[in-house]
């Protein structure tokens, strides 16, 4: 059973450009929540969707990010006009149910760099 | 508000018993998560507690009370793949199932 999938890994942009960040949740889970990790900073949350709905967005910055998880495909993270302290690793999670004892798994997370 | 509050770095040596304290405000509290983390890795999760008392498995336990709003986790016959950052999460009604993390505590195990 292949884990939370996310891709790509390493990503390089120079400021201004877009980013696209993908996440495919395990098998049989239809809850995903991407998190941000900033050198020296635990993880926040950002996001929360189930398909076709974003459920919590409220850890998202209103402005230049987006999310989707469309009903066929990965979920997106997208990254307008991206700046220097959007450099983070970035994680998706998902998990079987919104119950609150279902863990969330988590993917191995896209290293975003901007340059 | 929430803040969750864990030291930054602790050590131990192969084989030693090393407790891991976390401490938590949040207004509405629905569960704590451990979270293991090497680095440049995905967070792996350890335990979950949302009633007060000890969770064990294996080589790993985790504690919670409740009243204080504290939590520890606790690591036997460490061994030197224990060392990583542990973190400590916490889960809030109202943030729905979002999971609220501290800064995690790094642990190097050295022989």
């Known amino acids: 059973n292949a884990g939370v999938m996310q891709n790509p890994r390493h990503l390089v942009r120079r400021r201004g450009q877009e980013a696209r960040l993908r996440c495919s949740p395990m098998?049989?889970?239809?809850?995903v929540y991407w998190y941000r990790q900033l050198p020296e900073e635990g993880l926040k949350f950002m996001v929360y969707?189930?398909?076709?709905?974003?459920?919590?967005e409220s850890g998202m910055p209103k402005e230049r990010f987006s999310a989707e998880f469309p009903k066929e495909g990965p979920s997106i993270l997208r990254i307008q006009q991206v700046v220097r302290g959007d450099s983070a690793a970035y994680f998706c999670a998902s998990s079987q149910t919104s119950g609150s004892s279902y863990e969330q798994y988590f993917g191995p997370g896209t290293r975003l760099t901007v340059t | 508000g929430q803040n969750i509050d864990q030291p930054t770095e602790m050590t131990a040596t192969e084989g030693a018993i090393v407790q891991i304290n976390c401490t938590y405000q949040?207004?509405?509290?629905?569960?704590l998560f451990w979270y293991q983390q090497h680095a440049g890795e995905a967070p792996t999760f350890l335990s979950y507690n949302v009633l007060d008392g000890l969770e064990e498995k294996g080589r790993f336990s985790s504690f919670l009370s409740r009243s204080k709003g504290y939590s520890y986790l606790l690591l036997k016959e460490l061994q030197m793949k224990d060392s990583a950052s542990y973190l400590c999460?916490?889960?809030?009604?109202?943030?729905?199932?979002?999971?609220?993390f501290g800064k995690g505590t790094t642990l190097s195990v050295s022989s």
């Open positions: 949040t207004s509405g509290f629905n569960g």
């Open positions: 999460a916490v889960r809030e009604y109202q943030a729905g199932t979002a999971l609220i």
């Open positions: 969707l189930q398909k076709e709905n974003i459920i919590d």
């Open positions: 098998k049989g889970h239809s809850h």
